[in-house]
């Protein structure tokens, strides 16, 4: 047996640290573990009999702590007061403690950069202000740089922190080599600043260097955490939306308790106004909901005795008294919550690239470095010159963008669909949706309702319209099959005596005055009525009799949702065919098919049929999407390529899925699809971008045409560019 473990990491600064947690933790017998930058969290699945401080003690050997992580099912409520999940809170405070040293070190760096850009304001021993302007910086500014350089260093290993830390280091510490034992401390000293590598003596000082290049470096790491705690503020926000007391009805009264001591089964008050406390079913009283925080649906939902209501959804104008069946972690804001989370703790294998490219990345911009380093000292540049293009391959080379280019527009994505009622389950689902051509539909429940409908009301010539739909809702007012439901709304009923139920054929009674029966047309026959030969119909066809005659029939069927027509013309236009895929027969499976545009249907189909129809087309070589939302479809939705299921059907439709759409709407599925996709395009964006980067940007720096200072900047704007291209998703429009 496995268990699944989940921690918090904290230290990591840049996606070579992830890398090496995770191969830390992969070391261990018995364990697989997922690291993610960008959350500052692991997933390990590992043996039973694998103990959690055995893991703990793996991650501070490598230099960083970890802690268990609270489940994210938790209301927040459910805390201590102030207490925030861990991420959370060190993400705030980290993005807070940031910008602090931010500010302190730009206001000393500023005057540095400026008095050494500007020879016309380089008074008498200026240098020597600007180092006392500087040392702060470059020692307690980038003290984090520094110490995560050398806590690597002890361990082995070499980061991205590695390359500001030497190339800052190196830059202050020439300057200071140069002002106490070089030509540059002499009263009168001047310096120009350029852009090009040109000739240079001993009085050359890289203050403003190694000044500037922490404050952009500081700068893009508290934009990086700053719009990391943006991206994941859907899934807070989802936290965030339970209530923290309910008032339930014990002993017959009412009692305002905290959340966390009501259970299932107990009854609650909810009164206009407030939220629902808790998944659970109406038992008294009639209102309108609005749960556009679970479905993006802006239309209140009407409700009444026995329709199911989700916790954190508002109350709206009616006094309810509900039944708890769900609390705590099986709540349906709490399973979004976890699967929203679970997404973006996931990798995708784009980010998987990215990470093992990091890995060898470092090392080889440090023997770059080096290389450029002997290089221009040996083609008879002064060291001074060569100096500078070393330093700038190291500051210019840092691959932070390439980390945050998949984890950051992972967040994002998902916490956009979570808000638009869409759970992706894994980023491998984003890449799935790039290579599905056809989309295979459940008819009842994904295309249709689900539920059955009066279709046409049909009298046989002489008999009056009105008294057959009396008749005929008066009787099927005292049964409960799903048909009589539907045909007890065609008229007020009248009262009925001597009601019998035949089950699973019809039922019978007098209705003023009149013995008349309903049901199916071979029963009636049986009976001893006179059935005339009936018209086939779409749907199914019940006919109603009295005084020993068939006076007409009423034709009940599963109507179409009215956004499915839409929602497959929209799938064509994503380039996916879609297929019509039912146990109903062929003729009402046409007649759905050609309301809403399906040409190819295939009906007649059990369970086990559904999942042979989509082993059947992937042989075809067709990369298959399969929408559903009951028990018969799972089976289908874990053998295709992507699995989708309507959040209104079984747990064992959503369990098996890729996707869960929670407003049940086909139309969704499209939104879902273009979400993903344009997820997908925005991870390939910042992936071309950070390598296309690093590509054109090293071979400038060690030929010379590269500034240090203008190295650091262009660095820290490709990780804000990065994160800046990945927050548009929260722009995405249903």
Not at 266 to 292: H, L
Not at 329 to 349: F, H, I, P, S, Y
Not at 507 to 526: C, F, K, M, Q, Y
Not at 690 to 704: D, S
Request: charged content about 20%; hydrophobic content about 45%.
């Amino acid at each position: 047996m496995t268990q699944e473990i989940k921690l918090d990491i904290t230290g990591m600064t840049c996606t070579s640290c992830a890398m090496r947690v995770e191969k830390k933790l992969n070391r261990l017998d018995g364990v697989s573990a997922t690291v993610n930058y960008a959350t500052e969290k692991a997933t390990v699945e590992a043996e039973d009999d694998v103990e959690v401080q055995t893991l703990l003690d793996t991650v501070a050997k490598t230099g960083y702590s970890a802690s268990v992580r609270p489940d994210v099912s938790r209301p927040r409520h459910d805390m201590a007061d102030g207490d925030m999940s861990g991420h959370d809170h060190e993400g705030l405070h980290g993005a807070a403690s940031m910008l602090r040293r931010l500010k302190i070190s730009a206001a000393l760096a500023i005057p540095v950069v400026i008095l050494s850009m500007v020879p016309a304001l380089q008074f008498d021993n200026w240098q020597w202000l600007a180092l006392t302007l500087a040392s702060p910086v470059v020692v307690w500014g980038a003290y984090p740089f520094h110490r995560a350089a050398w806590v690597n260093a002890r361990h082995g290993a070499v980061t991205m922190d590695t390359l500001v830390s030497v190339g800052v280091g190196a830059a202050w510490l020439w300057s200071l080599w140069a002002l106490f034992f070089g030509d540059a401390g002499t009263t009168g000293m001047t310096m120009r600043f350029s852009l090009l590598p040109g000739s240079a003596g001993h009085d050359e000082i890289y203050l403003e260097v190694a000044a500037a290049v922490t404050v952009f470096i500081l700068a893009g790491h508290y934009l990086e955490a700053n719009a990391k705690t943006r991206s994941s503020a859907a899934l807070r926000a989802l936290m965030d939306l339970g209530v923290r007391d309910v008032t339930v009805l014990r002993g017959g009264r009412e009692t305002s308790v905290p959340l966390a001591d009501l259970h299932e089964g107990d009854r609650f008050v909810v009164r206009p106004g407030e939220k629902i406390a808790t998944d659970g079913v109406v038992e008294d009283g009639a209102s309108s909901v609005d749960e556009s925080m679970l479905t993006g649906e802006s239309v209140p939902v009407e409700v009444s005795p026995g329709t199911n209501v989700t916790g954190a959804t508002v109350n709206q104008d009616g006094r309810l008294v509900v039944r708890a069946t769900a609390v705590g972690a099986d709540t349906q804001l709490a399973q979004m919550a976890r699967l929203v989370e679970e997404a973006q703790e996931g990798k995708a294998d784009v980010q998987r690239l990215a990470d093992r490219i990091s890995a060898w990345f470092v090392p080889a911009v440090i023997l770059l470095s080096i290389g450029t380093l002997i290089a221009w000292y040996a083609a008879g540049y002064t060291w001074t010159d060569a100096f500078t293009a070393a330093v700038a391959v190291l500051i210019i080379a840092c691959p932070c963008a390439l980390g945050l280019a998949t984890p950051t527009a992972l967040m994002v994505g998902t916490g956009r669909g979570a808000q638009l009622g869409i759970l992706i389950k894994g980023p491998q689902v984003l890449e799935s949706t790039r290579a599905v051509d056809t989309v295979v539909l459940d008819k009842t429940g994904t295309v249709t309702t689900g539920e059955m409908a009066v279709v046409s009301v049909d009298p046989l010539p002489g008999v009056d319209a009105e008294e057959l739909r009396l008749v005929a809702a008066s009787l099927e007012h005292s049964s409960e099959h799903p048909i009589a439901r539907a045909v007890a709304t065609l008229a007020d009923p009248a009262p009925v005596t001597d009601f019998t139920n035949h089950a699973g054929f019809g039922v019978s009674g007098t209705v003023a005055g009149r013995h008349a029966l309903i049901g199916r047309p071979s029963w009636l026959a049986e009976q001893g009525v006179d059935v005339p030969p009936l018209e086939p119909t779409d749907g199914t066809a019940v006919a109603v009799a009295w005084d020993g005659h068939v006076r007409g029939t009423v034709t009940v069927g599963d109507s179409v949702k009215p956004t499915s027509a839409r929602a497959v013309a929209d799938l064509r236009r994503l380039g996916l065919e879609p297929v019509l895929l039912t146990g109903d027969n062929e003729a009402v499976a046409r007649s759905v098919a050609d309301e809403v545009g399906i040409e190819q249907v295939i009906a007649d189909v059990t369970p086990a049929d559904k999942l042979r129809v989509v082993q059947k087309l992937q042989a075809e070589g067709r990369v298959v999407a399969m929408v559903g939302d009951g028990v018969n479809d799972a089976a289908a939705l874990a053998a295709s390529d992507l699995g989708i299921a309507m959040g209104t059907g079984t747990d064992v439709a959503i369990q098996a899925s890729d996707l869960t759409l929670v407003k049940g709407d086909l139309a969704t599925a499209v939104d879902a699809v273009r979400l993903s996709r344009a997820t997908l395009r925005t991870i390939k964006g910042n992936l071309f971008w950070a390598f296309a980067y690093n590509v054109a940007a090293i071979p400038l720096a060690a030929l010379g045409y590269l500034n240090p200072l203008i190295a650091g900047a262009a660095m820290a704007f490709s990780s804000v560019f990065v994160v800046t291209n990945s927050l548009r998703l929260r722009r995405f429009k249903a």
